[in-house]
């Protein structure tokens, strides 16, 4: 009766072990296929990169196998891509959000260049920032003012080729009785 005890009390453990939150190997394995097909390398490829058996890397996509720390930074050089994208993805390491980008922390980092080159890299990182968040803030307004201008809520005038379209048919620069009809057929 004790050994049947025992015997449910490790299946209720293995039962819960099961369903805690532990790194999702096929989630890894299913990160590494999607990068390689993205990236166009065949397994092969990648394996022979990486310095691992084709049959260990189609496993480690499959979930099978879970690599180790080592062998996901082989993976990630073979794939061109951040080995710490590969530890978060394993569950290695935690994602964080980074205080400082992470480029301008390399190029304060290397001392193979000048402080004024540093320098001038990180005016020119920040400028292409600047002018991509401008870019990206213009076209949230357009797209903004677009949505608005669909909505028929605005007061901006009718086009000139609108407005030379009615001339023919007896409406003066200053009668905008055209204008007002044809805004509540737009409307209507």
Do not use: C, W
């Not at 994208?85 to 205080?99: F, K, M, S």
Request: charge should be negative.
């Amino acid at each position: 009766m004790q050994e049947l005890a025992n015997l449910f009390a490790i299946a209720s453990t293995v039962m819960q072990n099961r369903d805690m939150a532990l790194p999702k190997v096929g989630s890894i394995g299913e990160y590494i296929r999607e990068q390689r097909t993205h990236a166009k390398i065949s397994l092969r490829q990648l394996a022979t990169a990486a310095g691992v058996s084709n049959p260990y890397l189609s496993q480690i996509e499959r979930g099978l196998r879970k690599p180790s720390a080592e062998i996901l930074n082989q993976i990630a050089k073979g794939l061109h891509i951040s080995s710490q994208a590969l530890y978060v993805q394993a569950g290695l390491i935690e994602e964080r959000e980074p205080e400082e980008s992470d480029v301008l922390a390399a190029i304060r980092a290397d001392h193979l260049i000048t402080e004024r080159q540093r320098q001038v890299l990180v005016d020119i990182y920040e400028s292409f920032r600047k002018e991509n968040q401008a870019a990206a803030a213009e076209e949230e307004a357009r797209l903004a003012a677009e949505a608005g201008a669909l909505s028929g809520d605005d007061e901006t005038p009718l086009p000139e080729d609108y407005l030379s379209a009615l001339r023919p048919y007896g409406t003066s620069p200053g009668d905008d009785r055209a204008i007002k009809e044809i805004k509540e057929i737009k409307e209507g």
